[in-house]
């Protein structure tokens, strides 16, 4: 089975700057899916980035980034430019290869940001 | 845009209670899920459902059952609650796999639910 770590049960980074989540992982398959997903307080989880193993290119979208290291089985996310919109709790996901029964999200226990005005 | 919609926000049940939590999503999905969400825990997967009338376990079944009658409607079922079944629960939904960059879980506001 499947499973995501992350170490950092909590984060703060002082705005406008940048802070690196971690995510490692542990699985045997060669083709997957990664996923970092944001819940801010009281509202509901969103999708932030998304990760397919078989690119090496590392994903990004506006401020946020991902540090991909498949070999090292770690998946970062990298925050740019904090705005206080940041502050959430922030969820590494995995997901099996495309295939029946492989749609379900193996989850991280999350890391809180917080970000100082 | 994608939106799946949970019955209540809060809800506050008795031990040994019926306790029923509906999650509706209006994108013609194929998948849904049922997760808990604890502290420390993060997000522990229920049940999930492929298609009408079709359920699989998930980490974490024990206490729980579920209903798909409708494609849109998804219903977690706890038979009779106790106290270690409050928590917060969050509901997905999700294309099938294959669907080209589309086929991630898309989730309700959650339920947190306490059981007295």
């Known amino acids: 089975a499947q499973t995501v770590t992350q170490s950092q049960p909590e984060m703060s980074v002082q705005e406008a700057e940048t802070v690196t989540l971690s995510c490692t992982y542990d699985?045997?398959?060669?083709?997957?899916?990664l996923f970092w997903y944001k819940q801010p307080p009281s509202r509901q989880m969103i999708l932030v980035i998304r990760?397919?193993?078989?690119?090496?290119q590392n994903a990004t979208e506006n401020r946020f980034s991902v540090n991909f290291q498949k070999a090292a089985k770690s998946f970062s996310l990298k925050i740019s430019d904090s705005q206080l919109g940041d502050a959430a709790m922030y969820f590494c996901a995995y997901r099996s290869p495309e295939g029946f029964g492989n749609e379900k999200l193996t989850f991280g226990t999350g890391t809180r940001l917080t970000i100082i005005p | 845009d994608v939106k799946v919609t949970q019955s209540s926000r809060y809800l506050v049940k008795r031990t040994g209670e019926k306790v029923f939590l509906e999650c509706v999503q209006d994108m013609d999905h194929e998948n849904m899920f049922w997760y808990r969400q604890d502290p420390g825990l993060g997000l522990r997967l229920i049940y999930f459902s492929y298609d009408v009338k079709m359920k699989e376990k998930g980490d974490i079944p024990e206490g729980y059952s579920v209903s798909r009658e409708k494609k849109e409607r998804f219903s977690l079922i706890l038979e009779s609650a106790s106290t270690n079944q409050t928590s917060m629960y969050l509901c997905?939904?999700?294309?099938?796999?294959?669907?080209?960059?589309?086929?991630?879980?898309?989730f309700g506001p959650g339920t947190r639910l306490t059981v007295l």
């Open positions: 699985t045997s398959e060669s083709d997957y899916y």
């Open positions: 997905a939904s999700s294309p099938p796999a294959g669907s080209g960059g589309t086929d991630t879980q898309y």
């Open positions: 990760q397919e193993a078989y690119k090496q």
